[in-house]
């Protein structure tokens, strides 16, 4: 893996990063990634300023290899929470849900290497233009909020690489070794997997939400909420009243008062598996086992191995 963009930029083993995902990945789920040879990466969009703090602390303690912070740029105490990112000397910083302008100078004067989530291909020239040092590219399989134009990874990807030079991170459908091959033929440096990290015991989201995810089917979720914000989530209760908000033709008003506040965290956090909100990829119907995080990078890394020997074979 010599040679790889991102490896070098980040100076990790593999060029396999864990996504930040709110009430899921924390200092505990973040380290063991990284100490596993890949990129870990808190998720602080769910953390009040005080709660980032302790993570980053803790985070230190539990690795001495690279990490980072995924930073959703609505936040509201963003420059609380960016004053306390220089002050914890973090390194890499994952930005996405704004204009990434905002705040890469800021960042990458105090030495921090900046990458930041698009979904299409003219917020990658956007953030080229910004100057950011990498890219996640992320197709519509995501879990989570996700990009309104619905492009796929399959789709993105290409056309992504075609227009830019950034280092491209693919994100969106990946949770194997097959998955990671496969988005670097399409020209992706790297991945950047979720939904196989939250079925690991050290991701702090609650044990229900993975059971939850044990049991999905390929077509356990749907993106929705567009009026919002597009959001793929488990077919759950919430889901459905959601659906019958959309069959009685609701006004965009009634539909935020029924999401009403901290749905995600009901869900994800709290385990409230009917009326949360449940976030996770379409590839969450392919999986239906927790295991270490240590073992899903090594299993990742042997069955990528595998299949590009398998390639290097395939004829017709
Ligand atoms: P726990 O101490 O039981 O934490 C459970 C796991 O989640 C731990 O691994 C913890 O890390 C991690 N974690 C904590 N906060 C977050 C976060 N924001 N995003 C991602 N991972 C996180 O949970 P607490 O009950 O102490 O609650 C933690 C936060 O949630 C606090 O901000 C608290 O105010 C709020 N909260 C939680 C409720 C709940 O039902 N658990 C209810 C109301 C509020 P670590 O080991 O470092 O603690
Ligand atoms: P809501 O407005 O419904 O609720 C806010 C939630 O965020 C509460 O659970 C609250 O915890 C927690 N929180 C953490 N820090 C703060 C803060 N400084 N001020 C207020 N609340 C805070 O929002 P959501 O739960 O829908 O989203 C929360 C965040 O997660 C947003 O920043 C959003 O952009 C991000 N997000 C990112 C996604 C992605 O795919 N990248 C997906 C979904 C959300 P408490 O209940 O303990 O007060």
Known sequence: ?????????????????????????????????????????????????????????????????????????????????????????????????GNPKTWTKFLQEKGIKVAHVVSSVKFALKSEEAGVDAIVAEGFEAGGHNGREETTTMTLIPMIKQKTTLPIIAAGGIATGRGMLAAMVLGADAVQIGTRFVMTPEASCHQNFKNTIKEIPDDGTLSTLKEVVPTRLIKNKFFEEVMTHYANNGKREELIELIGRARPKKGMFEGDIEEGELQIGQIGGLIDEIKPAKEVVEEIITDFEKAKQEMANFSF
Request: proline share 5%; with cysteine; hydrophobic share 45%.
């Open 1 to 97: 893996m010599k040679n790889n963009k991102i490896t070098s930029l980040f100076e990790i083993e593999y060029p396999l990063i864990q996504a930040g995902m709110i009430w899921t990945s924390g200092w505990k789920l973040a380290s063991a990634v990284s100490n596993a040879g890949g990129l870990g990466i808190i998720g602080a969009g769910s953390m009040y300023p005080e709660v980032l703090k302790e993570h980053l602390q803790k985070c230190k303690k539990a690795t001495h290899k690279p990490f980072g912070v995924n930073v959703p740029l609505l936040y509201p105490d963003i420059e609380e929470i960016m004053k306390i990112i220089v002050e914890e000397e973090v390194k890499i910083v994952f930005t996405s849900a």
